[in-house]
Structures are given as structure tokens and as C-alpha cells.
């Protein structure tokens, strides 16, 4: 296989979070800890909140504070903290995802033999809309990177290969939230956050008026009302690799254009899709 190209690429529970850890790695007392707690608890916009804080030495395995250390808590958003954290000691700040464009077999008089592999790193920002700057059309470089190994046809397939990540979702995750954008699992090869979106209208009824980016074979049953609400209140219902799903809740009425977002089913057949098209156009 010849190598074509390589590709680097609650506001107020999260800031009380930050102040939590920040006090504590600078080592404050157990009763600024609590007092801390107690601030978050007698707070307001928390008042119904459930909150629990735990740490331990990890040296002498020593528990350091415990204030409702038990408590069943979906920790949600600010679990982030620790998944950056944790990145951040493992992979370095400097650390940059690498997707490689690579092909197998011969190329004669122009045409490839063989198949082009779009191999995964686990870039989870690849296409994403909030670094258009820095990726560029990525799509298009790929399409040169072809063109400049000398192919202008392929006697094979176009193969995006995320098996770098297990993409299983966990078992736990609720199936309301699985066909939303908040509900796209990890992927191997991630393309556009894995989310697609789903414009919709309810100026007569609610409909469908279109899908971006173009996902083949994807097919959405419409049960969405229209009504009073000012707020997103639809859910759309599917798992990874369906590719028939269906939305239902309901959406703010009188909208010429609403939009939601939904999960990608197979971002990284996506991906191979989206490369294929491109390369069919001369």
C-alpha cells in the first residue's frame, strides 16, 4: 500500500467546577472545600441540583475529601475536564490526529488497479465547521493528491477505514439521544463532528425541505408537530448504521426554515462517499 498523503489536523456549574479543581490542586484546606460546596448548594440556579465532590491521592490511594462521594451523580459536560486533562498528559499539546489518503495496487495509463484507502486517525475535527480555516476544502486536496499520483480512474472501490477506534456505542446511552447530534458516537474517521443537518418548515404543517450534507440511502419519517413552543422539542429515533429513522417532539410553528441536527449513521463510509463523488467530477 503506497502512502498519498498525510492530513494533521452550563457555563456557571463548569466555572464553580474549574474554581473546585483549581482550589484544590493548590492544596486549600478541607473546610474551603466545604465551604465551596456549600456555596454551589445554597446557590440559586442550583437549588436543584444533586452535587458531590471526591478525591484521593493517587500516590498512597488516601481519600483526601468526600462530600457526597457515593451519590450517583451523570456527571455530563464537565467530565470533558478530565478527558482533556487525560489527553493532554498522554498525547502531549503538541499532538497533532493524522488522516492518510493511501491505494493498493498498480497504476497503468492513468488507471488505478487496486483501491483508494481513506485510513482514519481519529481526527475528531476533520471537516468540522469550527476550523473551516485551518482544513480548507480537505475534500479537494484529497482529490489532487490523487490526480498528482498520476490517476484520473479507479478499477476498485473508495474504503474509509476508522478501525483505529472501536466505534461501539456504550450500552447505556439512552436511545432518545442516539439519533441527535448529541448522541454521535466516536468514529475512526469523524467527518463534519459526525452530524448532519436537517432543515426543516412549519409554515403549513411541518416538512422536510433538506438534508446537508447529502447522506445516500438515509431516510427520515416525519411524525414532527408544529406549536406554540419557542424551542427545539424533537427528538430524531436511530442507531449507528440505520439509515432509516424517523423524527418525532415538536418545533416552533410559522418557521420558513428550522434546523436540527441529527447523527451521521456511517461517517466513515461518508467520507469514502464524498471522495468518490468528487473524483467523478472532471
Not at 76 to 88: F, H, M, N, Q, V
Not at 243 to 261: A, L
Given at each position: 500500500m503506497r502512502?498519498?498523503?498525510k492530513y494533521n489536523g452550563s457555563f456557571l456549574k463548569t466555572m464553580y467546577v474549574i474554581i473546585a479543581f483549581c482550589f484544590y490542586f493548590q492544596a486549600v484546606a478541607q473546610n474551603n472545600i466545604q465551604t465551596i460546596f456549600n456555596e454551589l448548594k445554597n446557590h440559586?440556579?442550583?437549588?436543584?441540583?444533586?452535587?458531590?465532590?471526591?478525591?484521593?491521592?493517587?500516590?498512597?490511594n488516601k481519600e483526601l475529601i468526600n462530600i457526597n462521594g457515593d451519590l450517583a451523580l451523570i456527571p455530563a459536560s464537565t467530565l470533558k475536564l478530565i478527558t482533556t486533562a487525560t489527553?493532554?498528559?498522554i498525547l502531549g499539546k503538541d499532538y497533532t490526529?493524522?488522516?492518510?489518503?493511501?491505494?493498493s495496487g498498480t497504476v497503468e495509463n492513468g488507471i488505478l488497479n487496486g483501491n483508494i484507502y481513506i485510513i482514519g486517525g481519529g481526527d475528531p475535527a476533520l471537516g468540522s465547521h469550527r476550523y473551516s480555516s485551518f482544513y480548507g476544502d480537505f475534500l479537494?486536496?484529497?482529490?489532487?493528491?490523487?490526480?498528482?499520483m498520476g490517476i484520473d480512474s479507479i478499477n476498485g472501490q473508495i474504503i474509509g477505514d476508522a478501525s483505529i477506534l472501536d466505534n461501539e456505542i456504550p450500552p447505556t446511552w439512552i436511545w432518545q439521544d442516539l439519533g441527535n447530534y448529541f448522541g454521535a458516537g466516536a468514529n475512526g474517521l469523524s467527518i463534519y463532528e459526525n452530524f448532519y443537518y436537517l432543515h426543516l418548515s412549519s409554515t403549513n404543517g411541518v416538512s422536510i425541505t433538506d438534508i446537508q450534507p447529502k447522506i445516500p440511502q438515509l431516510k427520515i419519517e416525519n411524525y414532527l408537530n408544529a406549536g406554540s413552543t419557542h424551542r427545539d422539542l424533537s427528538y430524531?429515533?436511530?442507531?449507528?448504521?440505520?439509515?432509516?429513522?424517523?423524527?418525532?417532539?415538536?418545533i416552533p410553528n410559522n418557521k420558513n426554515r428550522f434546523t436540527v441536527k441529527g447523527s451521521i449513521p456511517d461517517p466513515a463510509?461518508?467520507?469514502?462517499?464524498?471522495l468518490d463523488s468528487l473524483l467523478k467530477i472532471n
Amino acid at each position: 500500500m503506497r502512502l498519498l498523503r498525510k492530513y494533521n489536523g452550563s457555563f456557571l456549574k463548569t466555572m464553580y467546577v474549574i474554581i473546585a479543581f483549581c482550589f484544590y490542586f493548590q492544596a486549600v484546606a478541607q473546610n474551603n472545600i466545604q465551604t465551596i460546596f456549600n456555596e454551589l448548594k445554597n446557590h440559586p440556579d442550583l437549588k436543584n441540583a444533586s452535587i458531590g465532590f471526591y478525591a484521593y491521592n493517587i500516590d498512597d490511594n488516601k481519600e483526601l475529601i468526600n462530600i457526597n462521594g457515593d451519590l450517583a451523580l451523570i456527571p455530563a459536560s464537565t467530565l470533558k475536564l478530565i478527558t482533556t486533562a487525560t489527553a493532554l498528559e498522554i498525547l502531549g499539546k503538541d499532538y497533532t490526529f493524522q488522516t492518510k489518503i493511501a491505494y493498493s495496487g498498480t497504476v497503468e495509463n492513468g488507471i488505478l488497479n487496486g483501491n483508494i484507502y481513506i485510513i482514519g486517525g481519529g481526527d475528531p475535527a476533520l471537516g468540522s465547521h469550527r476550523y473551516s480555516s485551518f482544513y480548507g476544502d480537505f475534500l479537494k486536496q484529497w482529490k489532487s493528491s490523487v490526480q498528482s499520483m498520476g490517476i484520473d480512474s479507479i478499477n476498485g472501490q473508495i474504503i474509509g477505514d476508522a478501525s483505529i477506534l472501536d466505534n461501539e456505542i456504550p450500552p447505556t446511552w439512552i436511545w432518545q439521544d442516539l439519533g441527535n447530534y448529541f448522541g454521535a458516537g466516536a468514529n475512526g474517521l469523524s467527518i463534519y463532528e459526525n452530524f448532519y443537518y436537517l432543515h426543516l418548515s412549519s409554515t403549513n404543517g411541518v416538512s422536510i425541505t433538506d438534508i446537508q450534507p447529502k447522506i445516500p440511502q438515509l431516510k427520515i419519517e416525519n411524525y414532527l408537530n408544529a406549536g406554540s413552543t419557542h424551542r427545539d422539542l424533537s427528538y430524531i429515533y436511530g442507531g449507528p448504521y440505520q439509515y432509516n429513522r424517523y423524527i418525532s417532539g415538536e418545533i416552533p410553528n410559522n418557521k420558513n426554515r428550522f434546523t436540527v441536527k441529527g447523527s451521521i449513521p456511517d461517517p466513515a463510509f461518508l467520507c469514502a462517499y464524498q471522495l468518490d463523488s468528487l473524483l467523478k467530477i472532471n
